[in-house]
């Protein structure tokens, strides 16, 4: 059985920091590409910052010099660093695993994690 199990959020002021954490179990982790994804109230769910499994990292431009993504395959978790962090960045946070094989692809998530950036 697959488990994405998400940690870390809460509320934090403006210009604060969080570290997300993201534990998988259930996949050859190092094989999967991981990513963090947000989503506001009535927005649609967006990538935030992905890791493949080569360790190529892509940030969406709202978070590039802000966050950074990591990941321990040892420990089979993925991070999330943000800080300066900002009001807009108020969202649900979802962890994301991904991985093909031959024509399949296996798409896995998290329950998500609250993050608040309020005064």
């Known amino acids: 059985q697959v488990q994405l199990v998400e940690s870390g959020g809460g509320l934090v002021q403006p210009g604060g920091s969080l570290r997300l954490s993201c534990a998988a179990s259930g996949i050859t982790f190092s094989m999967y590409h991981m990513g963090w994804y947000r989503q506001a109230p009535g927005k649609e769910r967006e990538l935030v910052a992905r890791i493949n499994s080569g360790l190529s990292t892509w940030y969406d431009d709202s978070v590039e010099g802000r966050f950074t993504i990591s990941r321990d395959n040892a420990a089979n978790t993925v991070y999330l660093q943000m800080n300066s962090l900002k009001p807009e960045d108020t969202a649900v946070y979802y962890c994301?695993?991904?991985?093909?094989?031959?024509?399949?692809?296996?798409?896995?998530w998290g329950q998500g994690t609250q993050v608040t950036v309020s005064s």
């Open positions: 994301n695993s991904v991985h093909k094989v031959s024509a399949t692809t296996l798409n896995f």
